[in-house]
T-cell receptor, first 115, second 117 residues
Framework: EAGVAQSPRYKIIEKRQSVAFWCNPI?????LYWYQQILGQGPKLLIQ????????DSQLPKDRFSAERLKGVDSTLKIQPAKLEDSAVYLC?????????????FGSGTRLTVV | AQKVTQAQTEISVVEKEDVTLDCVYE???????LFWYKQPPSGELVFLIR??????QNEISGRYSWNFQKSTSSFNFTITASQVVDSAVYFC??????????????FGKGTKLSVKP
C-alpha cells in the first residue's frame, strides 16, 4: 500500500510571498488532515476534511491560510502572504473508517522556511 | 477540552538502560483513543500504538511496553534495554472516538530521547 505523498519536501520563501503544498492520501481514505508542527512542538491540527467537506478548520488562520480537497482525494494547502512565524513542517495525514487499529498515516511533511 | 502533557522535554540514557516516557491526558470524554508516535530525525511520524479507553490492559511489543491507567489519566511508555536507534522524539496523543472511528489527534509537546552508545 502506497503511503501519504507530500510535495515539495522543502520550501524556502521570503515573507509576504505565497506558497502551496500538495498532499495525496492513501487510496480510499475518506479523512484527510493538515497539521502544522513548529520546531520543538507537537503537531497542531489546521484543518480536517471528510471526503471533500470540511469537518474542522477552527485552528486555521483563515486570513492567510486556505485549503481545498477537490473530488475528495488530493488536497492543497496555501499560505498567502507568508509570515516568519509560519516556518514549520506541514504534515498531511489520512485515515479511514475501515482502518481499524492502524490509525492515522502521516506523510513525510513539507519543511517551510520563511525568511 | 482535551489536553496531553508530556512533562519530560528531554531524556538522555546510555544504551541498554530502561527508560519510561510519561504521558498525562485530560478529557471529559468517556470514549477516546490514546496513541504513541515516534519521530526520528528524518521527520516522519511513525505509529507505535493505539489504545481504546475501555481497554486498560498493558501491552508489550518486543522491547516496548505501555501502561495505561485511567485512574491517574496516564499512558506511559517504557523502552527496555534501549538502543541507539531508539533516539527520536516521542509523542503521546489523544483523539475523541466517534462510532468506532476517531477524530483528530491532539498531541503533547513530545519527549526527545537520546540513547548514547
Amino acid at each position: 500500500e502506497a503511503g501519504v505523498a507530500q510535495s515539495p519536501r522543502y520550501k524556502i520563501i521570503e515573507k509576504r510571498q505565497s506558497v502551496a503544498f500538495w498532499c495525496n492520501p492513501i487510496s480510499g481514505h475518506a479523512t484527510l488532515y493538515w497539521y502544522q508542527q513548529i520546531l520543538g512542538q507537537g503537531p497542531k491540527l489546521l484543518i480536517q476534511f471528510q471526503n471533500n467537506g470540511v469537518v474542522d478548520d477552527s485552528q486555521l488562520p483563515k486570513d492567510r491560510f486556505s485549503a481545498e480537497r477537490l473530488k475528495g482525494v488530493d488536497s492543497t494547502l496555501k499560505i498567502q502572504p507568508a509570515k516568519l512565524e509560519d516556518s514549520a513542517v506541514y504534515l498531511c495525514a489520512s485515515s479511514s473508517l475501515r482502518q481499524g487499529y492502524v490509525g492515522y498515516t502521516f506523510g513525510s511533511g513539507t519543511r517551510l522556511t520563511v525568511v | 477540552a482535551q489536553k496531553v502533557t508530556q512533562a519530560q522535554t528531554e531524556i538522555s540514557v546510555v544504551e541498554k538502560e530502561d527508560v519510561t516516557l510519561d504521558c498525562v491526558y485530560e478529557t471529559r470524554d468517556t470514549t477516546y483513543y490514546l496513541f504513541w508516535y515516534k519521530q526520528p530525525p528524518s521527520g516522519e511520524l511513525v505509529f507505535l500504538i493505539r489504545r481504546n479507553s475501555f481497554d486498560e490492559q498493558n501491552e508489550i511489543s518486543g522491547r516496548y511496553s505501555w501502561n495505561f491507567q485511567k485512574s491517574t489519566s496516564s499512558f506511559n511508555f517504557t523502552i527496555t534495554a534501549s538502543q541507539v536507534v531508539d533516539s527520536a522524539v516521542y509523542f503521546c496523543a489523544h483523539s475523541r472516538a466517534y462510532g468506532g472511528s476517531q477524530g483528530n489527534l491532539i498531541f503533547g509537546k513530545g519527549t526527545k530521547l537520546s540513547v548514547k552508545p
